[in-house]
């Protein structure tokens, strides 16, 4: 069951943290996880799975669907290893990375079929049923960064975007009290209100500054040829028809001057995809770099981690069925 979770209020001692993505892409392993019962129970380790080789646990969690993910509902023991895990959170915040932990007997598995392959060329097994008793902090988690810390709280309700409701002497409580809250002209500071003059040569320099980055970085909108730019959207439509409908709107195209490095980037937040007009010189390779980032915008949409493997054999195949298509008409 999907459960929507909106403005969450952390009770003291409490996280929240995404676990892993339901049904894909795979995590580190190579594993493709299925959803769990609502509320599921489970251990909460002190770091890298530890309960799961005879610590004890340094909290407790509830498993629930949210989205594409499932998160973990939990709290921190009143222990030694609780209130490390407590120090944990609070100092690394929404850095700190989870995966979840189960014992091999209880799940059942499959390989991965040709078409599963074909949408996740890094998939090695298919759980279909299993058995999770513990999720961890980790160094890399199960879906990487996406699977991190989205709230914490200590004993005085502080926490990473939250203000403390009383004094405390936990770590993210003694930094925030000793931090000034306005710029002052003491030493400690080092900061003082810049004079309207300042600001005006500031504001004066800003032309130049632009002018200077556009002249050696290429900053700007720099654009193609209308017929390139024109084949680059006709590709992208056809990426789009290749995987049948990609959620939301498409993404706008953008071009750069060559950097030597890349031919192209998706950015997720503007929605854009930015090409090197390196490209207009070689249409194949248009083509290959068009589908591979129209899959990264998939894969955004999906809200999944990023895969350049999946994106590279995506670029390969819209290359190889635009061949088809140009035979066939």
């Given at each position: 069951?999907?459960?929507a979770v909106k403005g969450t209020k952390l009770a003291d001692g409490q996280f929240h943290a995404?676990?892993?993505?339901?049904?894909?892409?795979?995590?580190?392993?190579?594993?493709?996880?299925?959803?769990?019962?609502?509320?599921?129970?489970?251990?909460?380790?002190?770091?890298?799975?530890?309960?799961?080789?005879?610590?004890?646990?340094?909290?407790?969690?509830?498993?629930?669907?949210?989205?594409?993910?499932?998160?973990?509902?939990?709290?921190?023991?009143?222990?030694?290893?609780?209130?490390?895990?407590?120090t944990k959170l609070l100092a690394a915040g929404p850095q700190l990375e989870w995966s979840i932990?189960?014992?091999?007997?209880?799940?059942?598995?499959?390989?991965?079929?040709?078409?599963?392959?074909?949408?996740?060329?890094?998939?090695?097994?298919?759980?279909?049923?299993?058995?999770?008793?513990?999720?961890?902090?980790?160094?890399?988690?199960?879906?990487?960064?996406?699977?991190?810390?989205?709230?914490?709280?200590?004993?005085?309700?502080c926490g990473y975007g939250a203000r403390p409701t009383k004094r405390c002497d936990c770590e993210?409580?003694?930094?925030?009290?000793?931090?000034?809250?306005?710029?002052?002209?003491?030493?400690?500071?080092?900061?003082?209100?810049?004079?309207?003059?300042?600001?005006?040569?500031?504001?004066?320099?800003?032309?130049?500054?632009?002018?200077?980055?556009?002249?050696?970085?290429?900053?700007?909108?720099?654009?193609?040829?209308?017929?390139?730019?024109?084949?680059?959207?006709?590709?992208?439509?056809?990426?789009?028809?290749?995987?049948?409908?990609?959620?939301?709107?498409?993404?706008?195209?953008?071009?750069?001057?060559?950097?030597?490095?890349?031919?192209?980037?998706?950015?997720?937040?503007?929605?854009?995809?930015?090409?090197?007009?390196?490209?207009?010189?070689?249409?194949?390779?248009?083509?290959?770099?068009?589908?591979?980032?129209?899959?990264?915008?998939?894969?955004?949409?999906?809200?999944?981690?990023?895969?350049?493997?999946?994106?590279?054999?995506?670029?390969?195949?819209?290359?190889?069925?635009?061949?088809?298509?140009?035979?066939?008409?």
């Amino acid at each position: 069951m999907t459960i929507a979770v909106k403005g969450t209020k952390l009770a003291d001692g409490q996280f929240h943290a995404r676990v892993y993505v339901v049904g894909g892409p795979p995590d580190g392993d190579g594993d493709v996880l299925p959803d769990v019962r609502d509320g599921h129970p489970v251990a909460v380790s002190l770091g890298e799975h530890d309960v799961l080789f005879g610590a004890d646990p340094a909290g407790e969690a509830k498993l629930r669907r949210v989205g594409n993910a499932i998160h973990a509902f939990g709290r921190t023991y009143d222990s030694v290893r609780g209130r490390e895990l407590r120090t944990k959170l609070l100092a690394a915040g929404p850095q700190l990375e989870w995966s979840i932990g189960w014992p091999t007997d209880t799940a059942r598995t499959r390989p991965p079929t040709a078409i599963e392959l074909e949408q996740w060329p890094d998939a090695k097994r298919i759980i279909e049923s299993w058995n999770p008793v513990e999720v961890s902090p980790v160094n890399r988690g199960s879906c990487g960064p996406t699977c991190r810390t989205l709230g914490a709280k200590c004993a005085a309700g502080c926490g990473y975007g939250a203000r403390p409701t009383k004094r405390c002497d936990c770590e993210l409580c003694v930094k925030s009290q000793a931090r000034p809250t306005r710029p002052c002209g003491c030493e400690l500071c080092g900061r003082r209100t810049l004079s309207t003059e300042e600001v005006k040569r500031l504001l004066e320099a800003v032309p130049q500054v632009l002018a200077r980055a556009r002249a050696e970085f290429g900053v700007g909108r720099p654009r193609p040829d209308d017929a390139t730019h024109a084949f680059a959207m006709k590709i992208l439509a056809f990426s789009y028809a290749c995987w049948q409908q990609l959620p939301g709107p498409r993404p706008r195209i953008h071009w750069f001057h060559s950097d030597g490095k890349k031919f192209g980037r998706f950015d997720p937040i503007t929605n854009e995809i930015h090409l090197s007009l390196e490209l207009a010189d070689n249409l194949d390779e248009l083509i290959v770099t068009v589908g591979h980032e129209a899959w990264h915008a998939f894969e955004a949409k999906r809200g999944w981690p990023p895969s350049e493997a999946a994106a590279e054999r995506c670029g390969e195949l819209v290359l190889e069925r635009w061949r088809q298509h140009i035979q066939r008409s």
